[in-house]
């Protein structure tokens, strides 16, 4: 396999990672519903939006696109139009570290969310 197929292979794997990872995200009271879709031209999101019995929507997610000769990788998480939390925007020139930053991303999303969650369901009550 050439570099770019192993590069190509890692991005796959480094999606389907951080896929799992927000994947899991659940709670007893919030309806889980994943999700991932493509970026045009050269990227690609996932995520996990749990339904809160309110009928709000609470989406944690990650991206990575590639442009401009670098790789963009974000990680959010909003209920709504209200953004609860926000990673900033880093790009970077290689995909090796575009891909361990990805795998950060997916896990500093991932580290708040029952406490969000809690927050959000604390305000229905």
Do not use: C, N, W
């Not at 770019?4 to 995200?25: K, T, V, Y």
């Not at 995909?95 to 500093?108: P, S, T």
């Amino acid at each position: 396999m050439d570099s770019e197929s192993l590069a190509a292979a890692g991005l796959l794997e480094a999606l389907s990672r951080a896929s799992g990872m927000l994947a899991e995200l659940r709670h007893p009271f919030a309806r889980s519903e994943p999700f991932s879709y493509f970026l045009p031209p050269a990227g690609a999101r996932v995520g996990t939006g749990l339904t809160l019995p309110d009928g709000r929507e609470v989406r944690f997610e990650v991206s990575i696109a590639a442009s401009a000769g670098a790789f963009h990788i974000e990680g959010s998480i909003t209920a709504e139009d209200e953004t609860l939390f926000e990673l900033p925007r880093k790009s970077v020139p290689d995909i090796h570290d575009a891909l361990a930053l990805l795998d950060d991303y997916a896990g500093e999303v991932v580290a708040p969310a029952g406490r969000l969650i809690d927050q959000q369901l604390d305000g229905i009550v």
